[in-house]
């Protein structure tokens, strides 16, 4: 089996314990090796994301989960219940296969697929570059979940009086029927292995579909699912969704790319992890080390103990 062209010990220190760690090596963003490695080892034996279902021709082998479109490419590939696990129960309030697409955007972003995942699974960054998010979601909340496959994943509070993620907090559209109290006051942050970013709503759903161009450049269409009903509202418009997350999405994939612009520097070196803010990035980076170390499908993130803890718990205890 042919290994990742990483020093291995460099990956070593990835898969330390939480607050020893580090990040990935620079060339796991920068080097055409790997990302060749990566499309054998990680995409070809796993399955990917190619939309949602219906909206493209069938594919043999193909698998339809939550109304999204599956294949894998290697038949000997990872099996969909261990790749997937408890994710689809932890959805299925929001029945995302009754939900409609309104809205789709695509971009190409100069940065490498893994740093959209990891600029995902943090808010360390957002005080200092969402100040529209930062008026609708406090960026120090959010708890652990339990997660059995390959995903990273937690949710976000929303503030009182906001409905949703939009410019005024206000929402356009219905609340999806059947969600919990808490689910209404709520926002998901789904980071599934390889290539598919879900984002739950009291109202809607975004997901993010991310395709690797090259080392530096990644394709992703976002798209916005609501539910049949809002659709059905007499002036219904997406906008207020769509214009919000267009708006933070291009401020991310600025910060994404000036990270790439970094890995490629001759001094970068990759440091360790906030143990307040980075519990999602660590998991995201130690399942992709373990994927190198192991020349296959990575297993199952592990989650550190201390993401089993409300960040601003953390935060006004230290």
Known sequence: MRAVPIDRDALQRCVDDFGLSHGLPGEAYTSADVLEWERERFFDRSWVCLGRAGAHRRVAGQIERGGWTFVRRDP????????????WEHLEAWEPERLVVAARHSYEIAANWKLIHENYQECYHCSEIHPELCTVTPPDSGYSI???????????DL??????????GRSGG?????????????????????????????????????????????????????????????????????????????EDWAACESLQRAAASRGHRPGPMSTVWEGGVY????????????????????QPESTSYPRRELLHGA
């Open 76 to 87: 000997g590939g990872v099996d969909p219940g261990e790749q997937f696990g408890n994710l």
């Open 283 to 302: 998991m995201q980076v130690r399942m992709i080390a373990d994927g190198y170390l192991r020349g296959d499908v990575p297993s199952a993130p592990a």
């Open 174 to 250: 219905v609340p999806i029927r059947g969600l919990r109290e808490h689910q209404l006051r709520e926002v998901g942050y789904f980071g599934v292995f390889p290539n598919l970013l879900i984002s739950p709503h009291p109202d809607y759903v975004l997901t993010h579909r991310l395709e690797p161009l090259a080392p530096d450049r990644t394709f992703v269409e976002c798209e916005w699912l609501f539910p049949p009903e809002a659709l059905e509202l007499e002036g219904f418009d997406p906008a207020y969704a769509v214009e919000f997350w267009d708006v933070t999405n291009r």
């Open 159 to 168: 503030y009182d009086g906001v409905e949703t993620m939009s410019l005024d």
């Open 146 to 156: 339990d997660i059995r496959g390959r995903y990273v994943a937690g949710p976000m």
